[in-house]
């Protein structure tokens, strides 16, 4: 009878080693679900803050590209109006500014697009820019792509193809100055073949014209304006996609 009893009471203690093994195994697995619970809930909050710091970050800085883009587009128009450059109708010069109003906005397009695709082509080839990354570098681009556009209207040749040249020459140095990058070389010849074709097409339907045109519809020297300004512009992107981080020269 004894050991009937020690058989019980064994049998009642491995019962009872059994339930708080089980309940101890049911407690962790409880613990590690709710931590992967509030892990998941971390990372979910931390990837849905940094996709909105980005997109605002996107956002701002296609803003700021829109508005210097409308605004050389604005005073360069305005240059080649005076210089007689560039025809519209009367009742577009007797509009706000004397210029077409289409102008800014479509420019200031252009260049948040062109701006914001140099810093994300840079990105996908692997090749960061690092090539005078500073605010005074592109100031001094911004200078000389309007010196260049000041120069297509005011400098007298005997002909448009020796300005064109010239141009051309003018625009290859600021991107050999300012840019060096294979990127930065074919966003700016895409840009002003696209560019040009626009603009042809703009004139062919009488949206407005040039003067002497020797290149089709348009002027010779319009693709050289055009791939400076794409260069330009991008320089400007890059640099507002380092947060204004100062780098040093590396000539």
Known sequence: MPRLEDHCWSCS?????????????????????EMMSIITSVLSNAYGSLHD???????????V???????LALVLN????????TLFPEEVMATLFSSAWWIPPCCGTGAAVVGLLYPCLDSHLGEPHKFKREWASVMRCIAVFV???????????????????TLAALSLGLWWTFD?????????????VLATVFTQLLVYNGVYQYTSP????????????????????????????????EKPHMD
């Open 53 to 63: 710091v980005r997109t605002a970050n996107l956002i701002r800085r296609g803003l």
């Open 214 to 245: 020797d290149f089709l519809y348009v002027r010779s020297w319009l693709p050289c304006i055009f791939f400076s300004g794409g260069v330009t512009v991008g320089n400007i992107g890059r640099q507002l996609a380092m947060g204004g981080i």
């Open 78 to 85: 305005l240059l080649q109006i005076q210089r007689h450059v």
């Open 13 to 33: 203690c491995a019962s009872r080693i059994e339930t708080k093994h089980s309940s101890g195994a049911n407690w962790l697995a409880y613990k590690a679900e």
């Open 147 to 165: 010196g260049i556009n000041h120069a297509s209207v005011k400098l007298d040749f005997a002909n448009n193809v020796q300005l064109s040249l």
């Open 65 to 71: 590209l829109f508005s210097v883009g409308a605004f």
């Open 180 to 192: 060096r990058s294979r990127s930065g070389f074919g966003l700016g010849i895409t840009t002003a």
